[in-house]
């Protein structure tokens, strides 16, 4: 739905994540008519450019206004091998802004890396992409 006031909840507010059970390397498309957060389970070998879009028939463009912002949370299973520093858009090469500067360049040497990428659509296919990138282990 559509909230234009405001909208207040009490209690909890949970969303479900994806998991898929494989690499992210392996599984690049990020459909986000699946979710906000997708959790790659099998440990990353190698880099890799994700894809993300709403959905294999609808555009992530065609599914937000100019204004509208999301913010993706993609799990890995680290390793120094697998990092993505290049991510799309509906199919479509992006300039990233990363948090501190800088792309990765290796991933975490165990447990997970967490990239949070925030869209600001600014025009129709263009957006402010800023990536943030941290391991956890």
């Not at 402010?128 to 282990?137: C, D, I, P, R, W």
Request: charged share 10%.
């Amino acid at each position: 739905g559509t909230f234009t006031a405001g909208a207040n909840f009490d209690g909890i507010l949970s969303e479900k994540f994806n998991t898929v059970a494989g690499k992210l390397s392996d599984n690049t498309t990020i459909d986000l008519e699946d979710g906000m957060i997708h959790y790659f389970s099998t440990q990353e070998t190698t880099t890799c450019t994700p894809n993300i879009r709403y959905s294999s028939s609808k555009s992530l463009n065609n599914m937000l206004s100019i204004g509208d912002s999301v913010t993706v949370t993609v799990i890995t299973t680290a390793a120094a091998a697998g990092y993505s520093a290049n991510w799309q858009i509906d199919g479509t090469n992006v300039t990233e802004e990363w948090n501190g500067g800088s792309a990765p360049t290796t991933g975490g040497s165990g447990g997970y890396d967490c990239y949070t990428i925030s869209l600001l659509k600014t025009a129709s296919n263009t957006y402010v992409v800023l990536g943030n990138v941290s391991n956890f282990a």
